[in-house]
């Protein structure tokens, strides 16, 4: 017999995931006021030379700036998207373990840290910028990585269980 609080717990399906996303979502949004602030626009600030950079970017697109040109219109679609995949995510981990409520919460959790963005300025806001000699990763934020790692964590899952 479980006790009320944990009951009440149980009851509500999925603590791991609400904390994760919960956590995602406020670092997420911490870290882009904070960058706004120390920033000023189209900044770049070295911090490890020849590897990182913090950068003032805004994303009009999606990933990696895909369909930037497309703004307006794909604005609408995202928005429903990311509802809709923080929603399914929150209903399939209600009956999974832990470890899926985790992943399933950082990219809830990622998704909506971004929609918040394009909800309140019509795009994102980037700031890690990684590069390797000639080769550079396309700016990102938290809530980019969160995404990542959430997804990578599904697929390391698959393929251990396999």
Known sequence: MLSGAKRRIKGFGNPVFLLTLATVLGLDQLSKILL???LSPAEIRE?????FNLIYLWNPGVAFGLFAEDGSRLRY???V????AAGGLFWYSRRQKRI???FSGLIAGGALGNLIDRLLYG?????LDFHLG????????LADAAITLGVLGFLWKAFAEA
């Open 36 to 38: 706004r602030g120390y």
């Open 47 to 51: 911090i490890i030379p020849g590897f």
């Open 77 to 79: 679609f995202v928005v």
């Open 81 to 84: 998207a990311n509802l809709l």
């Open 100 to 102: 899926s409520q985790f």
């Open 123 to 127: 795009r994102v806001f980037d700031f």
């Open 134 to 141: 000639p080769y550079h990763w396309p700016a990102f934020n």
